[in-house]
């Protein structure tokens, strides 16, 4: 009769020592996982925002020649909706104050059924806060914000060549650049830029 050895304690311990390390193995994925999931969801809701407020001021700058002159050019006076030809984000100094719409943000949104969640910066022109609200009306003040971002917009001319820059009376390059998380300082976000370049369906030669 065969005689059958029994496992050792110390065979039993090396068998859980490598369960172990394959488990803990493992685990160390679920927090990388679950980052790069974070930050996919946060890069899409980015590129909606952008999409959506990139087609929102094409559809206001060329609604008629006179908010072209007023979104480019700053005609007949330069008004809070003439587009700065550099990045605005050389104004903030500091993170702003994301909560503050006594002085800071403008309270009600930019558009209420196209730019629902986009709040406009008071002073600086062509700044502006995003947000998305899982469960509630997008609000700058509301404390169930899933995703605050700061989105800069500005103008560039549309340049064909290297010798042919289209007048910005007959084409515009609209550049937007959202970074997030809002509350960390600009150089610490993580950031995306976007570029929508059109013409001026008033525009005569």
């Known amino acids: 009769m065969k005689y059958k050895h029994p496992f050792t304690m110390v065979e039993i311990l090396l068998a859980l020592g490598v369960c172990a390390i394959g488990i ?58 003439t587009l700065d030809n550099i990045n605005p984000s050389g104004k903030e100094i500091s993170p702003y104050d994301l909560l503050n719409t006594a002085t800071v943000w403008q309270s009600t949104p930019l558009g209420t059924t196209v730019a629902n969640n986009v709040f406009q910066h008071k002073d600086n022109k062509g700044v502006y806060q995003i947000l998305s609200c899982r469960n509630a009306t997008p609000d700058v003040t509301s404390s169930e914000v899933d995703f605050r971002a700061i989105m800069n917009v500005w103008q560039r001319p549309v340049v064909i060549s290297s010798t042919v820059t289209l007048p910005d009376l007959m084409a515009i390059q609209l550049n937007v650049e959202v970074s997030w998380p809002a509350s960390l300082p600009y150089a610490a976000r993580q950031k995306s830029l976007y570029v929508l370049e059109f013409f001026n369906p008033s525009f005569t030669p």
Request: aromatic share 10%.
């Open 24 to 81: 803990c193995s493992i685990m160390v994925l679920f927090p990388i996982g679950a980052n790069a999931s974070r930050d996919a969801a946060m890069e899409t809701y980015a590129a909606n925002a952008a999409d959506q407020m990139l087609n929102y001021l094409k559809y206001e700058i060329t609604s008629d020649n006179d908010k072209w002159l007023e979104y480019i050019q700053g005609q007949p006076t330069a008004t809070s909706n």
